[in-house]
């Protein structure tokens, strides 16, 4: 487990436990209704994240607050097996690497916690894990307009492969990193 210190926080990454999951859930709510552009982010219902995670579809990594004692981010991670939304589809990958690909799927932060980098920290927190467990390619998509999350994923070695539609007609651009 890493431990991230901050000027003025310090938190503590780690996988999520099955009692944080409606917390994560939660956070990531507060942080969709409170975003200006909706377009910019497609976040699966509650229902579906609680769903996800209890069945072990995808791990969620959580960035805990020491000194509020609350959780500050979210990651949540998706292996899409030979599923056809696996991205490895859009990008044109053999489809015999499909099991070597991960979906880095959802980042939030509650916006008293912005400007740490905990978007970044959680990110390559959960690419240490996949990476561990065998993971070469680690796929994600961001709205071709949000250069902040842009600007996050390229920082860190995401290059775009394409832009197309996804989740029901939102242009996304599809990002990968080859570990």
């Known amino acids: 487990m890493l431990k991230e210190t901050t000027d003025n926080f310090h938190f503590k990454l780690k996988k999520a436990a099955a009692s944080e999951y ?3 859930v939660q956070l990531i709510q507060t942080v969709v209704k409170e975003m200006p552009n909706k377009a910019w982010f497609a976040a699966d219902g509650a229902d579906h994240t609680r769903m ?3 069945l072990g579809e995808g791990t969620a990594y959580v960035a805990h607050c020491l000194e509020t004692d609350e959780i500050a981010g979210v990651f949540l991670t998706v292996v899409p097996g030979d599923s056809p939304e ?3 589809n859009d990008i044109g990958l053999n489809e015999n690497l499909h099991p070597l690909v991960v979906h880095m799927d959802v980042a939030c932060v509650l916006p008293k916690y912005r400007g740490y ?3 970044k920290k959680l990110m390559l927190h959960a690419e240490e894990i996949m990476k ?3 993971y070469r ?3 994600c998509t961001i ?3 949000n250069k902040y999350s842009l600007n996050s994923a390229t920082a860190l070695g995401y290059e775009i492969q394409t832009i197309c539609e996804k989740y029901g007609g939102y242009l996304r651009a599809v990002l990968m990193k080859e570990i």
């Open 117 to 119: 980098g905990l978007q």
């Open 132 to 134: 561990a467990k065998g």
């Open 143 to 145: 709205h071709p307009e």
């Open 22 to 24: 409606e917390a994560v």
């Open 86 to 88: 696996n991205l490895g």
């Open 52 to 54: 996800m995670l209890s």
């Open 137 to 139: 390619y680690f796929c």
